[in-house]
Structures are given as structure tokens and as C-alpha cells.
């Protein structure tokens, strides 16, 4: 038994890859986690400003150094002003990957992109109706072309009313809430406060403006722009990347894909695409099938090409296709150490630059492909919306010609893989409940079951990796809870075999009756990190179906693994969405009392959704149920 690597991952497939990587010095993100130990107390309280070069300024948690910045700035501004920028940051990145997709949209109703076309008629028009466009009469075309506006305007507009997908796609008493949550804060701070998104850009900016020196300096305004930022992303920039990715490359429909390290083929050309974009690799995808490439893959020696995922551009191709996926985020150094990958295709968000030298060792092309994301030691092949198909026949017959270099004594493809039910769209939830939220419902009535949880997020190399959230997950299906997710959460649950229908079994009787029933797996994935939007619209859904706040509903969230600042952002826009979150590791914000507090009183008093932090997974577990049981007595007037 190897104790260590058991610390370091859950995983049976990443324990024999971190063997191999220590018996040959091959450097992974656990070494170097290690090195940066102890970490800096500072930063992990909040409590350094870096905001202006009077600075680099930090409060002495412990009342015996400097109380302020240099500016007179207090560990309660300091630390609200990094959350939000952490915020900021999250938000910038999910919203920018929608605007890619609206763009293209826009492009191909204006007939000036021919290498993509509309795949999904039905999403394009259920769209259109939440976004009020009347659909009656008009081409395919006419109808892309107003829905891609609306999402692009909601990016740039600048009146102050809300985001239009906003408008159309949240719950009505949510948006009350909002409104008036706007006018008590404004009257009691006596200054003005906006909540409701007017632009998803517009937050974002404005939160790096108001974070400037000198600027805003007061917690709980903070606190409130950092909410109105994630609810763009929430309802805005995420939304509007799976809403328009839907339409143009399928609303998912559930089927079976596998998942982990064993899915890579000793015999075959294996290209591994990673990061969260789905425009290039869903070419990648397409292009690969093609017979002239699977022809030249065999002139090379290969039995054919074995396109994978990884990470969020792996659920998104594994959501739509039947497309295996790799790993989560803390397998993508594992997998360019089986030695058997031709190709690691990267565009943003989650990658690791250590991957260039790891690639070094091996093999491996690792190839860069967005003008967004340098780097250095990559190969870098433009991608271009316009010449995508050009562009992924160059980037896969670079991994064919690459098939001989393999060096067959450096291949260890673990055997581990698990076959997984994906493509749970909100659509097909509702398709499995007969088209409406009521079985549900009246499952969660009847107690057959007590609520719903929704797991997001990352891995992370402080916590042994899957550790959390497969223990979390059948913690809380035992307790006939349904969970449902996104991440590297559902990546998880994948390589663990949880994703099946015969993942009942481990489910309370109740969750196992209305899983037999609905013929679903009692863990459902709904996607990559964008279509935690999925959750959201579900929610309301219901909260509109019921008449009631979404912070009625017995539903709570949690982040168990989380490491990104998208990971903050989702669990905030869930919190002001109503919903409560289990964060772990540690947010840093500790080193305010006064942000410690809005996070997990004020927001439950005013908002109804709220942050907990727990270390264990069966106190998280009870805490999460609690909570779901309360909520779902008020909801049935018990
Ligand atoms: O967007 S779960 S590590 S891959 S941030 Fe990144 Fe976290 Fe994975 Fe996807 Ni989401």
C-alpha cells in the first residue's frame, strides 16, 4: 500500500501514475504545492493589499502589527476588495467564454462563418421566447440573429436595466427579491446600491473601479457589487455560453461515455483536448471521424484516433458526443505521464503551463490554441472560428505524424476506467419527469426525497484529490438526497463509477424507489462549469412551478474540491440566488470578522442563501441536511 500517494489522490489510476512520477522524478503540481509550504498567512486571511505600490500593505491578524494600509484601508476593506477582484476575475472568465459562442452564433445567421451551422431549431426558439422575441414567421437565421444580439448587447449595453437573459431566465420572486433588497440597502447604507446586473462586462469592470485605491471601502458595498458581478455570470455570461452552445452544437440528451486514465489506447492516436471551450474541440471531434484521417492515422501505424476530454472541455464534448473523458483537473499532468497521449490540445482556463516541460519528458505535442492563452514551450496553432475545420485537420495530423515518436517503453496506461450515464440537460430532467417538475416535487413531498444538492467545482491538491466529493456524494444519496453537478465534481463521480443506474443501490430506499421509477442514477451530471447555469434555471423552474423563492426549495450547494476564482463566483451567484453553499478549502476572507459575517448571516437574513465551511465530509453532510430537512417542513407547511 502506498500510503502517501493515497494522500495525495482517492483515485486508484492517479495513485499508479504518481508512482511512476516519483520513481522518475517527474515533477507534478503535488511537488510543487509542497515547496510552496508553509504558505503565506497573510494571503490565506485576505489580508494583503497589493492595490497600490504604497503597499504591498497586510493587517496583523493578531492586533500587535499595522491595523491599516498604508491608505487607512482595514482588514475588513482589504479582505471585501480581494473578494471581490477573486470574484471579478471567476465571472470574467466564464462570461468572456460565452461571448465567443454568441459571436459565432451571430456570424453564422449572417451567413459569414459556413464552418459551423445551427444544430439545435428547438433550444434556438425556446430561447427566443424567454428572451421576448416573437418567433412566428421567422427564419432560423432571423431568429439566430436576434438572439445572438440580445446576449451581446446584454454584454455591452449601457442603460441601467437589467440583463435581458436575466429577465427572461430568472424566477420571478427572485427578481423581486432582488429589487427590493436594492432599495432597503440603499436607504439603510444611504447611498446607492444595485444588485440586479446591467451588463455582464459593466460588473466586472466596475468592481475593478471600485477596488482601486481609494475608491470603495465600505463591506458590505463591496460584498453587494461582488454579487451583482457573479449574478452576470450566473444568469448572464454562463447562461448565455450554454444557452448558445445548446444551440449550436445540441441541447445534451443522456447517454453512456467512460471515464478515467484507462480510456487512453495503447493502440491508437490519442489526442487529449482540455480547457472549456467547446468551438475547436467539437471540430476536433467532427474532423477526427473523417475516413482520409483515420485512413493516414493507419499508415502511421495506429489502429485509428482516440479523441478524450479532460476537465471542462472534456464534459462539454462528453455531454454532447460520445466522447470519452480522461480526468479531472489534477489528471492532466497523469496523462501526458502515461506516455501514450500524441496531442494535449489546450484553449483556456484550468491548464497547467507546468504541462510544456512535463511534455518535454515524453512524446507529447502539447499545443496551444487561443490568442487569450500563452504558453511558453507550447506549440501554438491559431485557432480561428473561420478556418476551424482547416485548423483541426493541421492540429490532428500533427498528432498522427507524431504516433511514431511514441517511445513504447515509457507507455503505462492504467487500466482503470468506468462507464458513466451523462447528458443530463435540464431538458432531458424534465423529459425524464414527463415534462414537468411534479414528480419531483411530489417525490420531495411525499419524503420519498428530502432535497436536492448541487456539487460544483475543482480538485484541489490541498485536499486528496475526489476524496471530498465521492464521500460527500454517497454521504448524502444515503441520506436520499439527490445530488446534481457540474466539474471536475462530475469528472469525479465518473471515474468512480457513481454515474450509473446502478448507483441506486448506494441511495437511501426512498431516492432508490424514485430513481427506479425515473430510471436516472441517483448523481446526475449536468455538465462543465458553465452549465452550472443549468442548476440555476432548474431551480427556478421550480420555485416558479411552486410559486415560491428559490430559497424555499430544499436545495443546497457545494464546492468541496474548489481552487479557481470561478468557483467563487459560482458559489456566490448560488448564494444570491438562494441558495446555501458548503465551501472547503477555507475562502480567504478570515482575516474580516465583518465579510466572515455578511457571508454567512447577513446574506442567510437577506438573501436566504449564505456560505458554511466544513473540513469533514459527514459534518458537511449534516449540515446540508439540516438544512434540506427545515427548508422542505416550511415548504409543506409542516
Ligand atoms: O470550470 S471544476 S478545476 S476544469 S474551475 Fe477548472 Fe474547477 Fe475543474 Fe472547469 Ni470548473
Not at 506516455?339 to 484553449?347: H, P, Q, S, W
Request: charged residues 25%; glycine residues 8%.
Amino acid at each position: 500500500m502506498d500510503v502517501f500517494n493515497e494522500t495525495r489522490s482517492f483515485d486508484p489510476a492517479a495513485q499508479k501514475m504518481l508512482k511512476i512520477a516519483d520513481k522518475n522524478n517527474y515533477e507534478t503540481v503535488w511537488d510543487r504545492l509542497e515547496k510552496q509550504q508553509p504558505q503565506c498567512g497573510f494571503g490565506l486571511l485576505g489580508v494583503c493589499c497589493r492595490n497600490c505600490v504604497m503597499g504591498p500593505c497586510r493587517i496583523d491578524p493578531f492586533g500587535e502589527g499595522p491595523e491599516k494600509g498604508a491608505c487607512g484601508a482595514t482588514a475588513d476593506t482589504i479582505v471585501a476588495r480581494n473578494l471581490c477582484r477573486f470574484i471579478a476575475a471567476g465571472a470574467a472568465a466564464h462570461s468572456d467564454h460565452g461571448r465567443r459562442p454568441a459571436i459565432l452564433l451571430k456570424e453564422i445567421a449572417e451567413g459569414k462563418n459556413k464552418n459551423y451551422f445551427i444544430k439545435d431549431e428547438i433550444k434556438l426558439k425556446n430561447a427566443a421566447k424567454r428572451l421576448g422575441i416573437e418567433v412566428e414567421g421567422k427564419s432560423i437565421n432571423e431568429l439566430a440573429k436576434e438572439v445572438a444580439e440580445i446576449a451581446l448587447n446584454d454584454y455591452g449595453k449601457q442603460d441601467s436595466n437589467p440583463i435581458k437573459f436575466f429577465q427572461g431566465y430568472a424566477p420571478k420572486k427572485l427578481k423581486e427579491k432582488l429589487s427590493n433588497l436594492e432599495n432597503v440597502l440603499s436607504e439603510k447604507l444611504n447611498k446607492r446600491i444595485g444588485i440586479i446586473p446591467r451588463n455582464i462586462d459593466r460588473e466586472i469592470v466596475d468592481i475593478m473601479h471600485r477596488t482601486h485605491i481609494g475608491v470603495d471601502n465600505g463591506p458590505l458595498s463591496l460584498v453587494m457589487q461582488g454579487i451583482r458581478a457573479a449574478l452576470g455570470d450566473g444568469w448572464g455570461g454562463s447562461l448565455v455560453a450554454t444557452e448558445v452552445q445548446d444551440i449550436l452544437f445540441g441541447t445534451p440528451k443522456v447517454h453512456s461515455v467512460q471515464a478515467n486514465l484507462g480510456v487512453l489506447k495503447e493502440n491508437k492516436i490519442n489526442i487529449v483536448i482540455h480547457g472549456h471551450e467547446p468551438v475547436l474541440s467539437e471540430k476536433i471531434v467532427e474532423v477526427s471521424q473523417r475516413p482520409e484521417l483515420i485512413e493516414y492515422a493507419k499508415s502511421k501505424g495506429a489502429e485509428g484516433i482516440n479523441i478524450v476530454g479532460m476537465c471542462c472541455t472534456g464534459n462539454e464534448i462528453l455531454m454532447r458526443h460520445n466522447v470519452a473523458i480522461a480526468g479531472n483537473e489534477l489528471h492532466q499532468e497523469l496523462a501526458i505521464i502515461t506516455g501514450a497521449v500524441e496531442a494535449m490540445i489546450v484553449d483556456v482556463q484550468c491548464i497547467f503551463p507546468a504541462l510544456a516541460n512535463l511534455s518535454n519528458c515524453f512524446h507529447t505535442k502539447f499545443i496551444a490554441t487561443s490568442d487569450q492563452a500563452a504558453f511558453p514551450g507550447s506549440i501554438h496553432i491559431q485557432f480561428e472560428e473561420e478556418k476551424a475545420d482547416e485548423v483541426a485537420e493541421n492540429i490532428i495530423k500533427l498528432a498522427i505524424d507524431n504516433f511514431p515518436n511514441r517511445d513504447k517503453n515509457k507507455v503505462n496506461i492504467p487500466e482503470e476506467k468506468k462507464e458513466a450515464l451523462v447528458g443530463f440537460s435540464t431538458e432531458q430532467i424534465v423529459e425524464a419527469l414527463g415534462g414537468t417538475p411534479e414528480p419531483i416535487v411530489n417525490a420531495i413531498k411525499d419524503g420519498k426525497i428530502k432535497g436536492i444538492a448541487g456539487i460544483v467545482g475543482c480538485n484541489n491538491p490541498k485536499v486528496t484529490q475526489d476524496y471530498f466529493h465521492i464521500n460527500l456524494t454517497k454521504e448524502l444519496i444515503k441520506r436520499d438526497i439527490l445530488v446534481i453537478g457540474t466539474g471536475c465534481w462530475a469528472i469525479a463521480c465518473a471515474k468512480a463509477g457513481l454515474l450509473t443506474l446502478d448507483a441506486k443501490e448506494l441511495a437511501g430506499g426512498g431516492l432508490r424507489s424514485v430513481c427506479e421509477t425515473l430510471k436516472i442514477p441517483p448523481i446526475l451530471h449536468m455538465g462543465s462549469c458553465v452549465d452550472c447555469s443549468r442548476m440555476l434555471v432548474l431551480a427556478g423552474a421550480v420555485a416558479d412551478y411552486l410559486g415560491v423563492d428559490i430559497s424555499d426549495l430544499p436545495l443546497f450547494g457545494s464546492a468541496p474540491e474548489w481552487m479557481t476564482e470561478k468557483a467563487v463566483s459560482i458559489g456566490t451567484y448560488f448564494v444570491a440566488s438562494g441558495i446555501p453553499v458548503h465551501l472547503w478549502p477555507i475562502p480567504p476572507i478570515m482575516g474580516s470578522q465583518e465579510v466572515v459575517k455578511i457571508l454567512t448571516e447577513t446574506a442567510k437574513d437577506v438573501l436566504g442563501g449564505y456560505f458554511v465551511v466544513e473540513q469533514d465530509y459527514k459534518k458537511a453532510a449534516d449540515i446540508m441536511e439540516k438544512e434540506i430537512i427545515e427548508k422542505r417542513k416550511k415548504l409543506l407547511g409542516e
